[in-house]
């Protein structure tokens, strides 16, 4: 009965290639979000979807985007990764004001 | 912008007795929530309990109780009889009221070890 999902639960990638983290829900939220979490530091929020509107945050370096094809989905994707995007990557929903959902993350290394 | 602040990287307990986490926040917002999320090892962040600004009475759920202090800006969260199952990482959150979607502002956790 998992209701967000990520995959991977480890992800590893080269210095500049290019790769996508998958997140999924069957909660039908409309709200769905990305965080980065670096070791012993503050889950950071990159964005987040509201529905179909996309909500970047000021300080999410542009190598970081993200789609979301339907309700159920939301993907993020890092153009050129760097050593510094070394992180665990949460993914979080939620319908209203109060209580988001996270899934278990992403452990992107990078080499 | 608002901050959360967890002054303790590490916490140890006894099963059992009572432990304390402390968290302080800024805003110069009047409405918002606050929230307490536990992250157990390898695992995902779940809520343990979230307080109103706007209510003067501290929320509780079962052995977990918050201390809202609105003025001082600060917001502890009690847990008592600690068990084994309440080891994990602990996280203080902040959001504000009227943007419905925004995320969380987090702190930067308080690993919490309950020895037996």
């Known amino acids: 009965d998992a209701m967000v999902i990520q995959n991977p639960r480890y992800q590893v990638t080269q210095f500049g290639k290019p790769v996508t983290l998958s997140c999924s829900q069957t909660?039908?939220?409309?709200?769905m979000y990305w965080y980065q979490q670096k070791s012993s530091q503050a889950p950071k929020l990159l964005f987040h979807y509201y529905d179909k509107d996309f909500n970047n945050e000021a300080d999410t370096p542009d190598n970081f985007q993200s789609r979301r094809p339907n309700t159920s989905f939301c993907f993020l994707d890092i153009r050129s990764p760097g050593l510094g995007d070394a992180a665990m990557y949460l993914c979080?929903?939620?319908?209203?004001?109060?209580?988001?959902?996270f899934g278990p993350g992403t452990r992107l290394t990078v080499t | 912008a608002q901050t959360v602040t967890q002054s303790q990287p590490e916490m140890s307990v006894q099963e059992a007795e009572t432990v304390t986490l402390s968290c302080t926040y800024d805003?110069?917002?009047?409405?918002?929530?606050l929230f307490w999320y536990k992250q157990p090892p390898s695992r995902q962040m779940i809520l343990v309990i979230r307080q109103e600004a706007y209510k003067q009475q501290n929320a509780t759920e079962n052995r977990f109780s918050v201390n809202f202090q609105k003025a001082a800006k600060s917001f502890s969260l009690k847990i008592s009889d600690s068990q084994l199952g309440d080891a994990a990482m602990y996280f203080c959150?902040?959001?504000?009221?009227?943007?419905?979607?925004?995320?969380?502002?987090f702190g930067k956790g308080t690993h919490l070890i309950i020895q037996p």
């Open positions: 959150a902040y959001r504000r009221t009227g943007g419905g979607a925004d995320g969380l502002t």
């Open positions: 979080a929903t939620s319908e209203g004001v109060y209580e988001q959902y």
């Open positions: 909660l039908n939220h409309n709200v």
């Open positions: 805003t110069s917002e009047s409405d918002y929530y």
